[in-house]
């Protein structure tokens, strides 16, 4: 490893640390729910439900909505930049995911604004102009998928390593929260983590490939759960 190629990763390790002052941690999406309802009462339960969201759920389309937005930073296309962060506001099917991905989004441009200053010294000033640019585009309403592609390509971190990296901090979250919620051992936690390697890496590869005529996605279940999440009598997790 070079050290560019040293600095791109220890980026995107930075980017998917739970350390990354987002807010993810503090949600649930719509997990806290099934584990009340008994849907989720141990780790092999848990581990199967991931899965299928990841073969079959919305994040294998979020996942190639980053694929999206990677080439519009990449390429300067402010108006498809627009277009797919207005698309992810359309497809969130629960007002609670939907102002999550705007909370997060907002936060980690902010963030990327932040360390992007001259004193700083991340970035040359085009590429602070061009970050600029991007916030501008998104605004308030920027998702965060929107904003984790934008930084990937801020930080010159390739394609491949951003779509595995952001599947594997979406994955890494919940099954976080399945630690708290079931609950279940920090051993027993990192195990469901390993177990979903396979599936986390099938479905970058699928994102990268993935055509516009084979966009679907079957999470009612998870909407569902994320509907009700806000009437349940007690919460750990943000609505």
């Known amino acids: 490893m070079n050290s560019i190629d040293a600095a791109a990763f220890l980026r995107l390790l930075q980017l998917v640390s739970p350390a990354l002052p987002v807010g993810a941690y503090s949600y649930s999406e719509?997990?806290?729910?099934?584990?009340?309802?008994n849907r989720l009462p141990d780790a092999v339960t848990l581990e199967?439900?991931?899965?299928?969201?990841?073969?079959?759920?919305?994040?294998?389309?979020?996942?190639a909505v980053l694929t999206r937005i990677y080439e519009?930073?990449?390429?300067?296309?402010?108006?498809?930049?627009?277009?797919?962060?207005?698309?992810?506001?359309?497809?969130?099917e629960t007002e609670e995911l939907r102002q999550q991905s705007w909370q997060m989004g907002r936060s980690l441009l902010r963030l990327l604004q932040g360390l992007g200053s001259r004193e700083s010294g991340v970035g040359n000033?085009?590429?602070?102009?061009?970050?600029?640019?991007?916030?501008?585009?998104?605004?308030?309403?920027?998702?965060f998928v929107t904003a984790f592609g934008l930084a990937t390509v801020y930080w010159q971190i390739d394609l491949p390593a951003a779509t595995l990296g952001y599947l594997h901090s979406w994955a890494s979250n919940l099954v976080n929260a399945g630690v708290r919620l079931i609950p279940l051992g920090q051993t027993q936690g990192q195990q469901v983590l390993l177990n979903l390697y396979p599936s986390l890496a099938q479905t970058a590869t699928s994102a990268l490939n993935l055509k516009d005529d084979e966009w679907w996605s079957c999470?009612?279940?998870?909407?569902i759960s994320s509907m009700n999440h806000e009437t349940l009598y007690s919460r750990l997790f943000r609505s």
Do not use: K, M
Request: net charge negative; aromatic share 14%.
């Open 125 to 143: 000033e085009e590429q602070r102009n061009g970050l600029g640019e991007w916030v501008e585009t998104c605004g308030e309403t920027c998702h």
């Open 48 to 63: 199967h439900w991931l899965t299928q969201e990841l073969h079959y759920g919305a994040i294998r389309l979020e996942t």
């Open 219 to 223: 999470n009612w279940g998870w909407t």
């Open 72 to 92: 519009c930073a990449s390429t300067g296309d402010l108006t498809r930049l627009s277009y797919w962060n207005q698309w992810l506001s359309a497809f969130r």
């Open 30 to 37: 719509g997990l806290e729910t099934l584990v009340q309802s």
